[in-house]
């Protein structure tokens, strides 16, 4: 995809509903994660995680704008995704566009929260 697709793809009304949904069901999940499996209990890695699935859970609105920018530019997911004339998805990969927007989303979740390498990576 180039530039103007993608921001096309961000855009997409339909794309927009699939990533709301994905990042409230992250949201969730993140929110009830135990803190050891990111830097332990008070790690600003995991106070950052649980910070954003705070907000997230409470007013998704901005968030799904920008995740939707950021998931669009993923190669992994514009690889698989084409707008169709009318405005529709169509997915053309081999497993489920919501799975593969689920992983994008999570894979993306520790840089929208603002998780540094020093947080991952303490001294």
Do not use: C
Request: net charge negative.
């Amino acid at each position: 995809m180039n530039n103007l697709e993608i921001y096309q793809l961000a855009y997409n009304s339909e794309f927009q509903k699939r990533i709301s949904s994905s990042i409230a069901g992250a949201a969730s999940a993140i929110s009830g994660e135990n803190p050891t499996s990111v830097g332990g209990v008070g790690s600003s890695w995991a106070n950052k995680r649980h910070a954003l699935a705070t907000r997230v859970i409470n007013d998704n609105t901005g968030f799904t704008r920008i995740l939707s920018f950021n998931s669009a530019a993923q190669a992994g997911l514009n690889t698989v995704v084409e707008i169709n004339p009318d405005g529709s998805l169509n997915y053309i990969g081999t497993g489920s566009l919501d799975s593969d927007i689920d992983f994008t989303v999570s894979s993306l979740w520790d840089d929208v929260a603002g998780v540094s390498y020093e947080d991952k990576n303490p001294a």
